[in-house]
């Protein structure tokens, strides 16, 4: 049970910054997540902003490196060590085509880490019932994984939407046995 309370606590630490760094935003820029092309850089600079928050180096193995993709993983919060060395603790998708959705929580599940967050947006009313379906697009993939060795940590599904100026975050938490343990929506005014 340690892993699952360091996942818990990570994700909690992790729930918190996002939330306090998007209200620090403007209105404009809150509205850069709705938009595809720049969303991915309005991403990385909150991110930027949230490491101090959080702990961790953000987007670097090595403490002196340029940022990069670990592993293809679009964004990673590392726990430096004193050698230099850094392990991952937070690994984020961020995707915005719900047809390749698949591809990215199968990737996000190979990472050992405490948090795996899968970021989506366009939520339609499709995809809503897609989410409320008691089987939806990435469930499949956890189970399996569960079944063969467990997941390592929490897999977040963060699905975003706009409403007037009020950001909304639909979440799906799971655990390691890939039983979702939460649902909820995040608003951000």
Known sequence: MKDENKSKQVWERFQE???????????????RLA?????KY?????????????????????????ESEFLKVDYT???HR?????????GIESENNWETIEKECLKLCSLNAPLKILILYELNDERVNCLEKEENDWDY???????EYNLVGYFVVMVYTLDGD????HTYVYDESAKQIKKEILTIE
């Open 17 to 31: 910054s996002f939330i306090k760094h998007i209200k620090e935003c403007k209105t404009d820029a809150k509205k």
């Open 82 to 90: 004193e050698k230099q060395w850094a392990v991952p603790i937070i």
């Open 77 to 79: 919060f590392f726990k």
């Open 141 to 147: 993939i956890l189970k399996d994984f569960s079944n």
């Open 166 to 169: 009020q950001i909304k975050f």
């Open 35 to 39: 938009d595809g092309p720049d969303r």
């Open 42 to 66: 309005f991403l990385g600079d909150l991110f930027l902003k949230m490491q101090n928050d959080l702990a961790l180096g953000y987007n670097k193995i090595y403490p002196n490196e340029k």
